[in-house]
């Protein structure tokens, strides 16, 4: 039967789907600041552990084969462990200290504007037939700017596009899917790689002792996906979301900043430096018998992996200072220092978050009750016979639906890598494969949660040119962008996992 009314039919879908995007806002609301939220998990693990050790349970620890028993922490030696090491908790988790670093060469690149004028002069110096693809790449690699990229990328693009007579929300779009659904993706290593490897290897250590993810386990990967993104992102823009938006009739007073000689010539010595800072670095990689490489001369594993945070430190400082004194922002040795104290404030609301993670992961460790999950979680895979790669696809898809209600990528992968890296490493997984499984669901789904802070800051930009827009029409816009971004990254994991592709130097599916 021909429905007498399909105008009604889309209003009713319409707002079935404004239903269900309100009711995941409110379920995620309800949720504790991750803060709080790890405060209560570190609570739930010492009533968990006082039940778990009175049953007696114990597990048989898979690389040493030693009977471990589940320690209660409602006891005597339990409340010597909380006291003791509250701080060590805090002050020795390994993410800490990697983020810290990174944000100090990070933090001054961005407070003096190099990363601002490099992402500006990408976006506005591109021929007008491969914008669209130049502002997929640049909100990809925008990640190095941190959140920072989210407010500087996407109207910027918008107003790209409507000075060169395109729709500026598709412009609008295109920035915000580089910089949030391709989030995780990059070609240098960032504060992310450094953030998550941390978190993987304190989760490893249930296992192995031994083993440890380092901030270049999945560089191959997301190398590789920043150019497929960037193709895909460009795609969507192109032939979905423009031809849904039509031709746009308003107008809009504000103009596109340019960029000054001044900083255009900033941005070219630091270039330059940069070049001299790589060519040193690699002269002494590959010098006769350099110390940066394993005893046998190769590169995986070597030192120079080991310590590619101070090295990649170095890299940002040295362009940093560079550009800073030539654009005058830096005049004496005193504004270096000063610039690093800004970025480092930027980083408040993460230090007080690690500390509450921190004491969780270490409770996690010391009951063994991570070590008790991880064997009888693998174990109940492996008597329902999912041990292949359909289990990593249903993690995927289960993280990708649980960004939904926890936007923080730290905070969700220091709740679930203490669970699932042991558990999947008891299946014989690397953990720097199921880290890379973790970041395409976490950053796929970043620009339709309503849990994203910044999604109410892209709907101001929205509504500039368009007035009537609300969440409801910035959700409809995302929404290929995000399946589609998830989709492709699913087919990129297969096709490494079955290719035998490293995911980065010497990091395959397994261990």
Same mark, same amino acid.
């Given at each position: 039967?021909?429905?007498?009314?399909?105008?009604?039919?889309?209003?009713?879908?319409?707002?079935?789907?404004?239903?269900?995007?309100?009711?995941?806002?409110?379920?995620?609301?309800?949720?504790?600041?991750?803060?709080?939220?790890?405060?209560?998990?570190?609570?739930?693990?010492?009533?968990?552990?006082?039940?778990?050790?009175?049953?007696?349970?114990?597990?048989?620890?898979?690389?040493?084969?030693?009977?471990?028993?589940?320690?209660?922490?409602?006891?005597?030696?339990?409340?010597?462990?909380?006291?003791?090491?509250?701080?060590?908790?805090?002050?020795?988790?390994?993410?800490?200290?990697?983020?810290? *670093?990174?944000?100090?060469?990070?933090?001054?690149?961005?407070?003096?504007?190099?990363?601002?004028?490099?992402?500006?002069?990408?976006?506005?110096?591109?021929?007008?037939?491969?914008?669209?693809?130049?502002?997929?790449?640049?909100?990809?690699?925008?990640?190095?700017?941190?959140?920072?990229?989210?407010?500087?990328?996407?109207?910027?693009?918008?107003?790209?596009?409507?000075?060169?007579?395109?729709?500026?929300?598709?412009?609008?779009?295109?920035?915000?899917?580089?910089?949030?659904?391709?989030?995780?993706?990059?070609?240098?290593? *960032?504060?992310?790689?450094?953030?998550?490897?941390?978190?993987?290897?304190?989760?490893?250590?249930?296992?192995?002792?031994?083993?440890?993810?380092?901030?270049?386990?999945?560089?191959?990967?997301?190398?590789?996906?920043?150019?497929?993104?960037?193709?895909?992102?460009?795609?969507?823009?192109?032939?979905?979301?423009?031809?849904?938006?039509?031709?746009?009739?308003?107008?809009?007073?504000?103009?596109?900043?340019?960029?000054?000689?001044?900083?255009?010539?900033?941005?070219?010595?630091?270039?330059?430096?940069?070049?001299?800072?790589?060519?040193?670095?690699?002269?002494?990689?590959?010098?006769?018998?350099?110390?940066?490489?394993?005893?046998?001369?190769?590169?995986?594993?070597?030192?120079?992996?080991?310590?590619?945070?101070?090295?990649?430190?170095?890299?940002?400082?040295?362009?940093?200072?560079?550009?800073?004194?030539?654009?005058?922002?830096?005049?004496?040795?005193?504004?270096?220092?000063?610039?690093?104290?800004?970025?480092?404030?930027?980083?408040?609301?993460?230090?007080?978050?690690?500390?509450?993670?921190?004491?969780?992961?270490?409770?996690?460790?010391?009951?063994?009750?991570?070590?008790?999950?991880?064997?009888?979680?693998?174990?109940?895979?492996?008597?329902?016979?999912?041990?292949?790669?359909?289990?990593?696809?249903?993690?995927?898809?289960?993280?990708?639906?649980?960004?939904?209600?926890?936007?923080?990528?730290?905070?969700?992968?220091?709740?679930?890598?203490?669970?699932?890296?042991?558990?999947?490493?008891?299946?014989?997984?690397?953990?720097?494969?199921?880290?890379?499984?973790?970041?395409?669901?976490?950053?796929?789904?970043?620009?339709?949660?309503?849990?994203?802070?910044?999604?109410?800051?892209?709907?101001?930009?929205?509504?500039?040119?368009?007035?009537?827009?609300?969440?409801?029409?910035?959700?409809?816009?995302?929404?290929?962008?995000?399946?589609?971004?998830? *989709?492709?990254?699913?087919?990129?994991?297969?096709?490494?996992?079955?290719?035998?592709?490293?995911?980065?130097?010497?990091?395959?599916?397994?261990?």
């Amino acid at each position: 039967m021909v429905n007498p009314n399909p105008e009604t039919t889309k209003v009713e879908k319409k707002k079935g789907y404004l239903r269900l995007l309100d009711g995941i806002e409110r379920a995620g609301n309800k949720l504790p600041d991750p803060f709080m939220l790890f405060i209560y998990l570190a609570v739930f693990i010492i009533l968990l552990s006082w039940l778990v050790s009175s049953l007696g349970a114990t597990v048989i620890h898979p690389g040493t084969k030693e009977v471990l028993p589940i320690k209660s922490l409602v006891s005597a030696e339990g409340l010597l462990y909380i006291l003791d090491s509250m701080l060590k908790n805090f002050t020795g988790f390994q993410p800490l200290g990697l983020v810290l *670093a990174m944000m100090l060469g990070i933090g001054l690149a961005e407070k003096v504007g190099l990363l601002e004028t490099g992402i500006k002069k990408t976006i506005l110096n591109a021929p007008k037939a491969s914008v669209t693809y130049s502002v997929v790449f640049v909100g990809i690699m925008g990640n190095i700017a941190s959140d920072a990229a989210f407010v500087i990328i996407p109207p910027l693009a918008a107003m790209v596009f409507h000075q060169i007579g395109r729709h500026p929300l598709a412009g609008l779009a295109a920035g915000f899917a580089g910089a949030g659904a391709g989030f995780t993706a990059n070609l240098i290593v *960032a504060g992310t790689d450094a953030l998550l490897a941390g978190i993987s290897t304190e989760a490893a250590k249930m296992v192995n002792e031994n083993v440890s993810v380092t901030p270049v386990d999945n560089w191959y990967f997301m190398s590789a996906s920043v150019f497929v993104l960037t193709i895909i992102g460009g795609l969507i823009t192109e032939k979905i979301i423009e031809p849904r938006l039509g031709k746009y009739e308003g107008k809009i007073s504000k103009e596109t900043g340019k960029v000054g000689a001044l900083e255009s010539r900033g941005l070219r010595n630091a270039v330059i430096a940069g070049f001299i800072y790589v060519a040193i670095v690699l002269v002494g990689l590959f010098w006769p018998d350099s110390p940066l490489r394993n005893e046998e001369g190769g590169i995986v594993p070597s030192p120079f992996l080991s310590g590619i945070i101070p090295i990649i430190l170095g890299l940002f400082i040295s362009v940093g200072v560079t550009y800073g004194v030539t654009v005058k922002k830096i005049t004496s040795s005193r504004d270096v220092p000063k610039y690093m104290a800004e970025a480092m404030k930027d980083l408040a609301g993460y230090i007080v978050l690690i500390f509450a993670a921190s004491q969780f992961i270490a409770y996690f460790n010391w009951t063994n009750l991570g070590t008790w999950l991880a064997v009888n979680g693998a174990e109940f895979l492996r008597s329902i016979n999912m041990t292949g790669m359909q289990v990593i696809i249903g993690y995927v898809i289960f993280t990708a639906l649980l960004n939904l209600l926890i936007f923080s990528g730290s905070a969700k992968w220091a709740l679930e890598a203490p669970v699932f890296v042991p558990m999947f490493m008891n299946l014989g997984y690397h953990p720097g494969f199921i880290q890379v499984a973790y970041r395409i669901a976490d950053s796929s789904t970043n620009i339709i949660t309503p849990m994203n802070p910044y999604l109410i800051v892209i709907l101001s930009f929205m509504r500039e040119y368009d007035k009537k827009a609300g969440i409801g029409t910035l959700m409809a816009l995302m929404l290929p962008y995000s399946l589609i971004f998830l *989709a492709t990254w699913i087919i990129m994991l297969l096709v490494f996992a079955f290719a035998g592709i490293p995911f980065g130097p010497g990091v395959g599916v397994y261990l």
